[in-house]
C-alpha cells in the first residue's frame, strides 16, 4: 500500500494580513519558519519518505526544504501543484475582493462564481482540472509501499480533499479547513489494476 501525504505550507506574512497571495512570491513568517521546522520533524518520525514534491512557489519550497533536510529526499518543484492564480486580484485583502468583485464570492452568488476567471488568472474550475490532473498523475506514477509527501497551498487542498469525499465546489470551499502546515493523510490501495484511495485522516 502507498502513502501520500499532502501538506500545506507554513504561515505566511500574506497569510497574517489576510491578502489573497495566488502566485505571489511570499515568503514564510517567522512563525512560518517555526511551522515548517515542527512539520518537518513530525514527517520525518512519522513516515519513511521515498518523494518529496513541492509547489515552486516560494513558500512551499521554504516549507520543504526543512523537511528535506530531516528525510535527506530531495525536493521535487512542481508548478502543478501550485495555489490558483488570481491574476490582477492578487494582493487584496479578502474583505477588498469580496466586496469589490461579488462574482468570485461562492456565498454571494454559487457555482458562477467557480467559473469566474480574474484578468490574467484563471478560474477555481481552471485550478481544480490543474490540480486533480497533478493528483492523477501521481497515484498513476506510485509504487507499492511508496510515501510521497506533497508540499502544496490551501486552496490545492480544499480541492483534492473536497474531490475524494465527494463535496460540491462550494461545501469544497466554504466546508472545510486547512491550517498552516496541515497534515492529508491518504493510503492508495492499487487491486486489478485499479486505484482507490482507502483511507483518510487530516490532522491540524
Not at 30 to 49: C, M, P
Not at 80 to 90: H, I, K, N, T, V
Not at 169 to 189: F, H, K, P, R
Request: net charge negative; charged share 25%.
Amino acid at each position: 500500500m502507498a502513502t501520500i501525504v499532502l501538506v500545506r505550507h507554513g504561515e505566511t506574512t500574506w497569510n497574517a494580513d489576510g491578502r489573497v497571495q495566488g502566485w505571489a512570491p511570499v515568503p514564510l513568517s517567522g512563525r512560518g519558519h517555526e511551522q515548517a521546522t515542527t512539520l518537518a520533524t513530525a514527517l520525518a518520525e512519522r513516515y519513511s519518505v521515498d518523494r518529496l514534491i513541492s509547489s515552486d512557489l516560494r513558500r512551499t519550497l521554504e516549507t520543504a526544504r526543512p523537511i528535506a533536510r530531516e528525510t535527506g529526499v530531495a525536493v521535487e518543484p512542481d508548478s502543478a501543484w501550485r495555489e490558483r492564480d488570481f491574476g490582477s486580484l492578487q494582493g487584496l485583502d479578502y474583505r477588498a475582493l469580496f466586496l469589490g468583485y461579488p462574482e468570485f464570492a461562492l456565498t454571494e452568488v454559487g457555482y458562477t462564481a467557480a467559473t469566474a476567471r480574474p484578468e490574467s488568472g484563471e478560474s477555481l474550475l481552471d485550478q481544480r482540472d490543474r490540480v486533480l490532473a497533478a493528483f492523477d498523475r501521481l497515484v498513476d506514477s506510485l509504487s507499492e509501499d511508496e510515501t510521497v509527501v506533497v508540499v502544496t497551498h490551501g486552496g490545492t487542498l480544499y480541492l483534492i480533499m473536497g474531490w475524494l469525499n465527494g463535496l460540491d465546489i462550494i461545501a469544497t470551499v466554504t466546508e472545510q479547513e486547512q491550517g498552516n502546515c496541515a497534515i492529508n493523510e491518504l493510503d492508495v490501495n492499487s487491486e486489478n489494476g485499479k486505484t482507490s484511495i482507502i483511507s483518510e485522516n487530516v490532522t491540524k
